[in-house]
């Protein structure tokens, strides 16, 4: 029997609070782990593996990495919007200021997948968002290679979904055929991450990132659209997949998320 110690002043039992801190790291990689073990591992293989390189499908914010100074940040929106952490009134912590952005069709190569599970919690700094899936990696071509920090949304629950998360933001192939449909001012308005009239929505899209929710409306049989983006921060109006007007929308007040 293994033998337990105990304080010679009080009669504490130190086993006690080890069980106690297995037991909290355990409950916590139950909460926010949610994709089975043996499906992580898969994934983490498959990933860094014989599919680790990708394509930005959106161009990228690089930002610091809520202070860790070995990673940054990969956000489709700006530092002010990033709603990934927050202090404990609710405003949200941002990330740092933008660095320079990796446009959409950039290469990278997926190097570590990792869950939020009790290893990983305990290795985190606390100032981040830790009980996320991050996926690390690196831009091909460039010198720097300081981990670069793309964080998934919570509440995954299999394979096939992380799989379809992760593919709204990386692809498997180049976009070139994409950027060759448009005109010279829309491709450098993609990888400028600015919208610009008349741009198509696809274009939009991967300038912008995806919107918080679309309002689309049909009037003479024509198509129109409503973007809106981080709590009606910014908004987009198109007609027939087209922009027509754009507008800075609302701004947040302080320590409100958007929704």
Request: with cysteine; aromatic share 8%; hydrophobic share 40%.
């Amino acid at each position: 029997m293994r033998p337990r110690y105990s304080s010679p002043r009080s009669g504490w039992n130190v086993a006690a609070p080890v069980r106690l801190i297995g037991g909290l790291l355990a409950a916590a990689c139950a909460s926010y782990a949610t994709v089975p073990q043996e499906d992580r591992m898969t994934l983490a293989r498959d990933l860094t593996g014989r599919r680790s390189d990708k394509f930005l499908r959106l161009s990228f914010y690089v930002s610091p990495f809520f202070g860790d100074t070995s990673k940054k940040l990969l956000s489709p929106v700006p530092p002010d919007e990033v709603r990934l952490l927050k202090q404990p009134s609710g405003e949200a912590v941002e990330p740092g200021p933008v660095e320079r952005i990796l446009p959409a069709g950039a290469r990278v190569r997926i190097t570590k997948v990792e869950f939020p599970n009790a290893v990983a919690l305990a290795e985190r700094p606390p100032y981040t968002p830790r009980t996320l899936p991050w996926i690390y990696m690196h831009a091909l071509g460039e010198l720097e290679q300081v981990p670069l920090i793309l964080v998934l949304r919570a509440g995954i629950q299999s394979s096939e979904e992380f799989l379809a998360e992760l593919d709204r933001y990386l692809s498997d192939t180049d976009l070139d055929a994409t950027y060759a449909r448009w005109s010279q001012v829309v491709q450098q308005a993609v990888r400028t991450k600015t919208a610009v009239i008349d741009m198509p929505a696809e274009a939009l899209e991967m300038a912008w990132g995806y919107p918080d929710r679309k309002q689309i409306t049909f009037a003479n049989s024509a198509k129109q659209e409503e973007w809106v983006y981080s709590g009606e921060r910014r908004k987009a109006y198109l007609a027939d997949g087209r922009v027509v007007r754009l507008e800075p929308g609302k701004r947040l007040e302080p320590g409100k998320a958007a929704r």
